[in-house]
């Protein structure tokens, strides 16, 4: 069955301290993986596709990887305004243009 | 990046009323155009999958006659809540997808509250 899970399904951090957000997933003959971020009240915004294992994108203190099973969103030295929420979602197996998305992992940046 | 834009961003209104959503793809085409509904810290639901010139795709226990869906242009695709009830009040979003591509770009949302 075709599932995206994502832990921890919140993280505090201190402005500063590194982690990383994981997204687990489990769909045949991967079409993408994708990370958006969504703030409070707004629509989720785009940030990084990645098509296959290996592959890497940043943008700013964030950076996207992927392995044959999951994805990581490593963020450094996050600032305040690096909370939100951040989802991955995958195209299903089926070969439609629909999503399954994760539920999501709420980070709160501390100053 | 792509840009897709919603409106209104909120509305209010009185229950047994109809309220119509517009979701619109200001620099691409789109012929596929999704429809999420998203309850508070919750994650996005898909209600139906909009597409250009036909019928859409609505998902299981969604019902399509109070969730009418009309895809009548590559740039524009709208949500009609059909007689309205509070339980109806919820956070819409639209998404698109540029042709070929499997990337959604959102827009902003809907904050419909049912009175």
């Known amino acids: 069955e075709d599932q995206v899970t994502q832990s921890p399904e919140a993280l505090r951090l201190q402005e500063g301290e590194s982690s990383s957000l994981n997204c687990s997933y489990t769909?045949?003959?991967?079409?993408?993986l994708f990370w958006y971020r969504q703030d409070p009240g707004k629509g989720p915004e785009f940030l990084f596709t990645?098509?296959?294992a290996g592959e890497e994108k940043e943008k700013e203190r964030l950076k996207a990887t992927l392995t044959k099973k999951e994805s990581f969103l490593h963020i450094t030295a996050p600032k305040p305004e690096d909370s939100a929420t951040y989802l991955c979602?995958?195209?299903?197996?089926?070969?439609?243009?629909?999503?399954?998305f994760g539920t999501g992992t709420r980070l709160k940046v501390l100053a | 990046g792509a840009v897709v834009s919603q409106h209104p961003s909120r509305v209010i209104c009185k229950s047994g009323t109809s309220v119509k959503i517009e979701c619109r793809s200001l620099d691409f085409q789109a012929t596929t155009m999704f429809w999420y509904r998203q309850f508070p810290k919750q994650s996005l639901m898909l209600m139906a999958t909009s597409n250009e010139g036909s019928k859409a795709t609505y998902e299981q226990g969604v019902e399509k006659d109070k969730f009418l869906i009309n895809h009548a242009s590559l740039t524009l695709s709208t949500l009609t809540v059909t007689s309205a009830h509070p339980e109806d009040s919820s956070f819409y979003i639209c998404?698109?997808?540029?042709?070929?591509?499997?990337?959604?770009?959102f827009g902003p949302g809907t904050r419909l509250t049912v009175t």
């Open positions: 769909v045949s003959g991967l079409r993408g």
């Open positions: 998404s698109a997808s540029p042709p070929g591509l499997y990337e959604q770009y």
């Open positions: 979602a995958v195209p299903p197996t089926s070969g439609t243009y629909k999503y399954i």
């Open positions: 990645l098509y296959s």
